[in-house]
């Protein structure tokens, strides 16, 4: 069963409009949560993480939400530019002592002009 | 900054071939990481080092070896490659096993014959 789910698996939006990226888990303990871009053919670069229980951050375009109770996360997208054409991945992290990540399988957005 | 170097980029091998993957970073981090990133799919973790001459075998560590004989390298060792095998290993490192932060190279695109 796939602990870390991301939907959509791809989505194509037009540059200038805003996107919303979802990640769903049942991993536990849950102790943070971590959005990575990953451009084709390149390494996962980190976007922003989240800790605590509804946790907001913001990142420049991004921003993302964490309900832990709900076990659920989102990546906005505001405003979208053609760079931004790469796979999102969600990651949970278990506990810090262990360093245990899950990886989902990404979400594939594509920006067209 | 620093910079994680995963060589060769790309690496054609034949069936039952011994093939290395070698990963060097410039953080001074204590914990490098070998996952496998199939098409579509999750990371999944084969190895992990949580210092120097250190390994720990991840999920997925089964027809792969793995030698961390400096801080700064990391190889993985393909025993056996397995015909039509397709896949890109990806090299990460952080600053302690108990900091969730990694920071990952480009990636080593693996394509068996």
């Known amino acids: 069963k796939t602990q870390v789910e991301q939907s959509p698996q791809s989505l194509v939006v037009r540059q200038g409009e805003n996107c919303v990226l979802q990640?769903?888990?049942?991993?536990?303990?849950?102790?943070?949560l971590r959005w990575f871009k990953q451009d084709t053919g390149k390494g996962l670069v980190s976007l922003t993480v989240?800790?605590?229980?509804?946790d907001k951050t913001s990142n420049g375009r991004y921003s993302a939400t964490l309900d832990k109770d709900a076990k659920h996360s989102t990546l906005h997208i505001t405003a979208t530019l053609l760079d931004d054409t790469a796979t999102y991945i969600c990651?949970?992290?278990?506990?810090?002592?262990?360093?245990?990540?899950?990886f989902g399988d990404g979400t594939v957005l594509t920006v067209k002009p | 900054g620093g910079i994680i170097t995963q060589t060769p980029k790309f690496l054609i091998g034949q069936e039952g071939q011994k093939l290395t993957l070698k990963c060097q970073q410039n953080f001074n981090h204590d914990t490098m990481y070998w996952y496998r990133q199939d098409s579509g799919k999750g990371l999944r973790l084969i190895y992990y080092s949580i210092t120097e001459n250190d390994l720990q075998k991840g999920d997925l560590s089964e027809g792969y070896d793995a030698s961390r004989e400096k801080k700064s390298s990391f190889s993985l060792t393909v025993t056996s490659a397995q015909k039509n095998e397709m896949a890109v290993f990806l090299c990460?490192?952080?600053?302690?096993?108990?900091?969730?932060?990694?920071?990952f190279g480009h990636g080593t695109k693996l394509s068996v014959l």
């Open positions: 989240l800790v605590h229980e509804n």
């Open positions: 990640c769903n888990y049942s991993v536990t303990p849950d102790n943070h």
């Open positions: 990651v949970v992290g278990h506990n810090t002592n262990t360093g245990k990540l899950t």
């Open positions: 990460a490192s952080s600053i302690q096993i108990s900091n969730e932060r990694l920071f």
